[in-house]
């Protein structure tokens, strides 16, 4: 099971990429949202009761879905409301029933942001679309929150989709590695991570099918090569 965890600001394109990705991959979508206005009905925004039925609405969400062994794609905007530790919680949650949290970032300059903000698109989920109620809260530190986990893929979302795709999934690091060959085991101690490699491959990443790890045998990981 793989938890894809799209996480970014307001207005970037989380939604977007992930209804792309869901298209793509057959996974189910858990749209932060319909979380955030269930328990928006009963609670005021950043209460204590919301924050904590929030949290648990999301976590059980993710233990269910990783015993079924359900893959999803989630969107998350990080901000100050989020109980800290969350993030170690969703990763213990998922792992503990032996499924995966991929991390995607996506990132988008605070002048694009601005410009998308009152988006009509934006309406259909009760959206923040105040450009001046976003800035205030922006300089106030609500949006505010701890670095994620590096991700294994970062997105900048103010170019067009197919550039923004190709021009980042396409990067190769100065060991001549991609985000596929990353995931599967560029070197000898790595744990290799088949479904996180396909994942990336078939959003473009280039792939060399090399698996340097122990646990891999003449460049094929023990359970299985990646779905080319």
């Not at 949650?93 to 970032?105: A, D, K, L, P």
């Amino acid at each position: 099971m793989q938890l894809v965890f799209i996480h970014g600001p307001a207005a970037c394109g989380k939604l977007t990429v992930a209804n792309e990705l869901v298209a793509m991959s057959g996974m189910r979508l858990f749209h932060n949202h319909l979380t955030v206005d269930l328990v928006r009905a009963l609670f005021d925004f950043g209460s204590e009761p919301f924050v904590r039925l929030r949290e648990s609405i999301w976590l059980e969400a993710f233990r269910e879905a990783a015993e079924l062994g359900q893959s999803l794609v989630f969107t998350f905007h990080p901000e100050a409301s989020v109980r800290s530790g969350f993030l170690e919680r969703v990763i213990s949650t998922v792992s503990s029933h032996c499924g995966e949290v991929v991390f995607i970032e996506l990132t988008c300059p605070e002048s694009e942001i601005e410009r998308r903000i009152s988006s009509e698109s934006r309406a259909n989920y009760g959206k923040l679309r105040s450009l001046s109620e976003y800035v205030t809260l922006r300089d106030s530190g609500a949006f505010s929150y701890p670095a994620l986990p590096a991700p294994a893929l970062r997105l900048d979302t103010s170019t067009p989709c197919s550039a923004a795709s190709r021009g980042s999934v396409d990067i190769v690091n100065d060991d001549g590695n991609s985000a596929a060959d990353m995931a599967y085991g560029p070197s000898r101690f790595f744990i290799p991570k088949p479904e996180t490699a396909d994942l990336l491959v078939k959003l473009g990443s280039p792939f060399q099918d090399n698996c340097r790890s122990d646990q891999c045998v003449d460049g094929k990981f023990l359970s299985g090569p990646v779905a080319k």
